[in-house]
């Protein structure tokens, strides 16, 4: 073939070929296949500002509220008819008993409005397959199978509106119990369940999207669920219908599709590498409504949370589980009016900030601002020591330091070539987290001392906060119990990294509790020291133990690393872990 031919063969299968990329991608279901990333910062940057929402889980489930024939669940209260596979007649006769008639929509986005909370985001359709707004496709809904005859979407949103809060629809889209064809993840075992699944994902899943999409005004968010069984195709069928709001922001629980968010939930991970993410967690043990659960978090564990969160860059949609007269629990309500009165002072540190750049000190949580004249470092002291200092490790001049609320109330802060320490005084300002807002010369500058320091007297204090988190399962910080949480497969481990400035021979000291005998390995600049640990009274049981004993002689940069041992391994609830100076023990 002629080389200048062959040239301009090429040149035009090329050209050909971008127009059939750009075609496919102008065509794509994905309403944001040809989003650009500046455009996708600014359709996520309300919900960037916004750092705090509320769930509302609420349902048929309400009624029950984890019971059935007099018999307690031991599951969450949204997933009794799956747990005790009840025939769906039944079932239905709970939808016959679904008549909130004290439901005040407008008194639950005060609340939302009041904690702090930017955004709802309600479960209209949860696995049960029960809509809780008017569906014309199916009579499986609040209006046609309950005796309060009404669409309770309609209200609430009407109330967002009224008070200017963002409104984000649940939607279970491939899990569905209730209605034929729906995806069963247990295997079905109702009658009324048969039918094929693209059947229900064309005349009752998309139908029902496209209700929610175009019958309530303004969709800031869509929280798909479950796409343990979805195809392509349903996939396909379903993202398209987010064209129906432009700038709509979805999570990556579609199937095939990843989202603009990820939603770790149940825990709060270590760090999320940049990605826009969303933990969503209850305020007692269950999404849904159950009589039993009494376990309420208390407003200390939700205020941590939520300034945890935010120091990694994250936002927290906290649920309620309201009962089935339409009432969200005194006690959620209490609850939610404490995080509020700490908003109210502090909330200029948590809408709008960034992530944090160093690592996570074990006094408390930083969250960040970039401003004209440089950087504020809103510094969440957790643990308040009259006189104690705070380490930070930047290098920038200092414009001030001073309490968020009462900026006269200034700290001593002193500069040297390892970062800033910040002198506490007097009592703890607030009793749950007092911030002090630091402001900072120029854009950040890391020291380089960005690590965990041993302290005079030699010791290493490795805190549970602290850790860095990988492999499989869902760990994350309980901060409740200032613990790592959930750590039960072993295909996971932890581990931090630490400034040793004395060599020597230390002994290893852990806290925690475990749920049965177990054995792990840990590693400390790479030498190796196998720990069996005994069963404690229960996880939350917290003990401390001799572990072993470790000869470090390398100084600088050091990793301690926990890995569980295969076939050995059971849940541990891991608080801290204390290197000790040999020497020091008497």
């Keep these: 073939m002629n080389k200048h031919l062959f040239t301009t063969s090429l040149l035009l299968a090329l050209v050909n070929s971008s127009v059939v990329f750009a075609m496919n991608a102008a065509e794509s279901p994905d309403p944001y296949a040809n989003e650009t990333a500046v455009q996708r910062e600014e359709r996520l940057a309300w919900f960037s500002e916004a750092r705090?929402?509320?769930?509302?889980?609420?349902?048929?489930?309400?009624?029950?509220?984890?019971?059935?024939?007099?018999?307690?669940?031991?599951?969450?209260?949204?997933?009794?008819?799956?747990?005790?596979?009840?025939?769906?007649?039944?079932?239905?006769?709970?939808?016959?008993?679904?008549?909130?008639?004290?439901?005040?929509?407008?008194?639950?986005?005060?609340?939302?409005?009041?904690?702090?909370?930017?955004?709802?985001?309600?479960?209209?359709?949860?696995?049960?397959?029960?809509?809780?707004?008017?569906?014309?496709?199916?009579?499986?809904?609040?209006?046609?199978?309950?005796?309060?005859?009404?669409?309770?979407?309609?209200?609430?949103?009407?109330?967002?509106?009224?008070?200017?809060?963002k409104l984000g629809f649940y939607y279970s889209q491939c899990e569905d119990w209730g209605n034929p064809g729906g995806g069963v993840r247990a295997g079905k075992w109702d009658p009324l369940q048969e039918g094929e699944f693209m059947d229900y994902i064309h005349n009752i899943a998309v139908p029902q999207v496209r209700e929610l999409l175009t019958n309530y005004g303004d969709v800031s968010v869509f929280w798909w669920d479950t796409p343990t069984k979805m195809t392509q195709e349903a996939s396909d069928a379903l993202i398209q219908q987010l064209k129906l709001q432009p700038g709509i922001i979805h999570n990556n629980r579609l199937g095939f599709y990843p989202g603009d968010l990820r939603t770790p939930e149940q825990h709060i991970p270590s760090a999320e590498d940049g990605h826009a993410w969303e933990a969503c967690m209850t305020i007692r043990r269950t999404w849904g409504?159950?009589?039993?659960?009494?376990?309420?978090?208390?407003?200390?564990?939700?205020?941590?949370?939520?300034?945890?969160?935010?120091?990694?860059?994250?936002?927290?949609?906290?649920?309620?589980?309201?009962?089935?007269?339409?009432?969200?629990?005194?006690?959620?309500?209490?609850?939610?009016?404490?995080?509020?009165?700490?908003?109210?002072?502090?909330?200029?540190?948590?809408?709008?900030?960034?992530?944090?750049?160093?690592?996570?000190?074990?006094?408390?949580?930083?969250?960040?601002?970039?401003?004209?004249?440089?950087?504020?470092?809103?510094?969440?002291?957790?643990?308040?020591?009259?006189?104690?200092?705070?380490?930070?490790?930047?290098?920038?001049?200092?414009?001030?330091?001073?309490?968020?609320?009462?900026?006269?109330?200034?700290?001593?802060?002193?500069?040297?070539?390892?970062?800033?320490?910040?002198?506490?005084?007097?009592?703890?300002?607030?009793?749950?987290?007092?911030?002090?807002?630091?402001?900072?010369?120029?854009?950040?500058?890391?020291?380089?001392?960005?690590?965990?320091?041993?302290?005079?007297?030699?010791?290493?204090?490795?805190?549970?906060?602290?850790?860095?988190?990988?492999?499989?399962?869902?760990?994350?910080?309980?901060?409740?119990?200032?613990?790592?949480?959930?750590?039960?497969?072993?295909?996971?481990?932890?581990?931090?990294?630490?400034?040793?400035?004395?060599?020597?021979?230390?002994?290893?000291?852990?806290?925690?509790?475990?749920?049965?005998e177990t054995a792990c390995t840990i590693t400390v600049d790479g030498k190796k020291v196998p720990v069996a640990l005994p069963k404690t009274k229960d996880p939350y049981h917290f003990e401390k133990m001799m572990a072993g004993q470790v000869d470090l002689e390398n100084l600088g940069e050091v990793t301690l690393r926990i890995d569980p041992v295969p076939g050995k391994w059971k849940r541990v609830d891991l608080r801290s872990v204390r290197l000790v100076p040999v020497d020091t023990i008497k």
Excluded at 101 to 130: C, E, N
Excluded at 375 to 399: A, E, Q
Aim: positive net charge; contains cysteine.
């Design 289 to 516: 409504f159950k009589l039993s659960d009494t376990d309420f978090k208390s407003t200390k564990t939700l205020i941590h949370n939520l300034v945890d969160i935010a120091s990694k860059g994250g936002n927290y949609l906290l649920n309620v589980g309201p009962t089935s007269e339409g009432l969200i629990p005194a006690t959620s309500q209490e609850r939610l009016r404490g995080i509020g009165e700490w908003m109210k002072v502090n909330g200029e540190s948590i809408y709008g900030t960034q992530a944090s750049l160093f690592a996570r000190p074990a006094w408390g949580r930083v969250t960040r601002k970039s401003v004209p004249e440089g950087t504020i470092l809103y510094l969440h002291v957790f643990d308040w020591k009259k006189d104690g200092t705070l380490f930070i490790p930047v290098g920038n001049k200092v414009l001030s330091c001073a309490l968020l609320n009462d900026r006269e109330q200034t700290f001593e802060v002193e500069r040297n070539a390892e970062g800033l320490t910040v002198t506490m005084k007097g009592a703890a300002p607030n009793p749950i987290a007092s911030v002090i807002e630091l402001r900072l010369k120029g854009e950040q500058v890391l020291t380089g001392e960005n690590m965990i320091r041993q302290q005079k007297n030699g010791t290493v204090l490795l805190a549970a906060e602290q850790a860095t988190f990988n492999g499989a399962g869902r760990m994350g910080i309980d901060n409740h119990h200032r613990s790592i949480h959930g750590w039960a497969k072993q295909k996971s481990w932890v581990e931090w990294t630490f400034a040793l400035k004395k060599a020597g021979a230390y002994r290893i000291e852990l806290d925690l509790g475990t749920v049965g």
């Design 52 to 165: 705090f929402g509320m769930f509302i889980h609420w349902g048929v489930y309400s009624v029950p509220a984890g019971k059935y024939k007099g018999r307690e669940i031991p599951s969450d209260s949204c997933f009794i008819t799956e747990r005790t596979k009840m025939p769906l007649t039944d079932y239905h006769a709970f939808a016959a008993q679904f008549n909130p008639t004290q439901y005040d929509p407008d008194a639950w986005v005060r609340l939302a409005r009041d904690a702090g909370m930017k955004y709802i985001v309600i479960t209209t359709k949860h696995h049960d397959g029960f809509a809780l707004f008017d569906s014309k496709v199916s009579e499986w809904d609040m209006v046609d199978a309950t005796p309060y005859g009404k669409d309770v979407i309609a209200p609430l949103a009407e109330a967002c509106r009224k008070y200017g809060v």
